[in-house]
Every structure is written in structure tokens, then in C-alpha cells.
């Protein structure tokens, strides 16, 4: 009995090990007037399960190194059997050492996570084949979602996920569903990835990797000196920008951290705050009005 009772211990904590997300799942059907409430209450379970209890990364993970993130489908057009079109917006958080803030890594919408399902239908999913839309989108995010937190720990740490996520990707070409093809739309799953595996891109990743690990994590130490490596990555962007305007990589990366970029520069002397506003306001014009507090004397 004993040594049934460690097997099964050893069981258990090999399956603790083996979760790397700590996802949070939400389905909404605000459009649907007649949507099976049941049906969406499995299917969110179903998502929560599948992202959560699977190993994504190479490394046995502590409960606490979880990463942090939310995916929020909304439903806008069910046919009433198991097709489904809906929307999704995906975040997950990084910690930031020595704090008790947490930073957002990734925060992107994703309007074709169109999918069938049917009540009691289990996720399957394989990385060499596609079986269906669903688990390839699920498991397509959290490839990107772990290559990002990796990428933020460690310089290009990322990368084999993101080839995982690229692999995902070359499967799901033939699917009947979108956002899987170039063609398609110049912000779409397609590009993301590409714009991960591409060379060009790498002194954003690095970015991301001298923003967080010299940036954010030492601020709690030493507020100037975190402070200034963020400062430094904004000519690293600006080259980005000038070579890539307008990439999905670029848009993702601001919209992730714009308000962040204002709250830690905000303590900045003027004439930093102004080279920074000067610069920012042109590679993510998007979001120029959060930046105009930067010119503030």
C-alpha cells in the first residue's frame, strides 16, 4: 500500500510539472439570443482543461512559474449544430523580480477563431498532423504565449516555441478555416509567426529581452538604471519601424506596453520624456494621445 500510495504521488507530481499555463478561459455569446448556455459552459471547460493541463515548454515548471494568461472568446455566429464563428482576445502577463506587479507580455485580437464543436468532442491534438481548428488555434497560442515569456527571461529564448508555433501553422494550410495563409490578411496568424522566425525582426525580440530583464526587473532596485535600458530599446524600435512600418510584431508590441511605457518615463527628466514622446509618437501614432503627457515640462 505504501508504495502505491508513492506511485501515485509521483504520478500527481509529474502531472503539477507538466502544466505551464495558468490560463484563464472565457466564452461569451452576447449576439446570440438562442445560444446553448450548457453547450458553452462545456466548451470553456473543455479550453481551460486542454491549455492547462498540457506541457508546452521543455521545462518542468513549478505551480508558481505558471504562466499567467487569458483567452476571451466571443461568439458571433453559432449555426446551431457545431460551427461556430467567433472572435478572440489572448493576454498573458509576465512577473516582474522583486515586485508584486505583473507585466503584459501579449494582448492581441484574433477575428477569425472561427471552429466546430460538439458537446463531448475531446481536444485532440497532434504536432505533426492538423485535426481540427480548435485545438491547432489553442495550441498555436500557447507556443506563441510560451515563446514570449521565454524570450523575455533569456535572449531569443523563445525561438523553439515559436518554430512549434510555425509547425501548428504549416499544418493547419489546408484548413477550411481562416487566418492560417499570407494571402488572407496582413495581420493574421501567418504573419505573426513569421515575423518571429524572421531575422529581421530579432533586434525586437532582443528589445523585448533588454526591456524586461534590464529594464523591469531591476526598477526595484534601481529605478534610473531600469529605466534607462528601456529608453534604449526606443532606437532599436524606431529602426524596426523604418524597415517594417506597419508589422504585426511592432503593432503587438505597443499595444502590450504603451501605457507601461508612459507610468516608467513618467519620472524621467523633460528632455527624455520629449526625445521619447518625439520618437514614439512616430513609430506607434496609434496610441500618440497616451504619449502627449511625455511632453509635459
Not at 450548457?38 to 493541463?53: A, C, G, H, Y
Not at 506541457?55 to 505551480?63: G, H
Not at 508612459?262 to 501614432?285: F, H, T, W
Request: charged share 20%.
Amino acid at each position: 500500500m505504501k508504495y502505491l500510495i508513492c506511485f501515485f504521488l509521483l504520478i500527481l507530481s509529474q502531472a503539477v510539472h507538466s502544466q505551464d499555463l495558468n490560463a484563464r478561459v472565457q466564452i461569451l455569446a452576447p449576439q446570440l439570443a438562442n445560444s446553448n448556455q450548457r453547450l458553452l459552459d462545456i466548451l470553456e471547460t473543455s479550453i481551460k482543461d486542454f491549455l492547462n493541463n498540457k506541457r508546452w515548454s521543455a521545462d518542468a515548471l513549478q505551480p508558481q512559474e505558471r504562466i499567467d494568461c487569458n483567452f476571451v472568446i466571443t461568439i458571433t455566429d453559432w449555426d446551431g449544430s457545431s460551427n461556430f464563428k467567433a472572435e478572440a482576445q489572448i493576454q498573458s502577463n509576465r512577473p516582474v523580480f522583486n515586485s508584486s506587479y505583473s507585466s503584459t507580455l501579449l494582448n492581441i485580437s484574433d477575428r477569425d477563431f472561427g471552429f466546430t464543436y460538439s458537446e463531448g468532442q475531446p481536444l485532440d491534438f497532434s504536432e505533426q498532423n492538423y485535426i481540427n481548428n480548435l485545438s491547432s488555434l489553442l495550441a498555436f497560442y500557447a507556443y506563441i504565449i510560451t515563446g514570449m515569456d521565454y524570450d523575455s527571461f533569456s535572449k531569443f529564448g523563445g525561438s523553439d516555441y515559436f518554430e512549434k508555433a510555425q509547425t501548428v501553422l504549416n499544418n493547419a494550410q489546408a484548413a477550411p478555416h481562416s487566418g492560417w495563409k499570407a494571402f488572407e490578411n496582413l495581420r493574421n496568424r501567418f504573419w505573426l509567426v513569421e515575423n518571429l522566425m524572421n531575422k529581421s525582426f530579432n533586434p525586437l525580440r532582443e528589445s523585448l529581452y533588454i526591456y524586461h530583464r534590464y529594464g523591469l526587473d531591476v526598477m526595484a532596485e534601481n529605478q534610473a538604471k531600469g529605466r534607462k535600458a528601456i529608453l534604449s530599446v526606443i532606437p532599436q524600435l524606431q529602426k524596426i519601424d523604418r524597415q517594417k512600418q506597419g508589422s504585426i510584431l511592432n503593432q503587438i508590441f505597443f499595444t502590450a506596453k504603451a501605457d507601461e511605457i508612459v507610468n516608467i518615463l513618467g519620472s524621467a527628466e523633460p528632455q527624455e520624456r520629449l526625445k521619447a514622446y518625439n520618437a514614439l509618437s512616430v513609430i506607434d501614432p496609434s496610441n500618440s494621445l497616451k504619449y502627449e503627457s511625455l511632453k509635459k515640462p
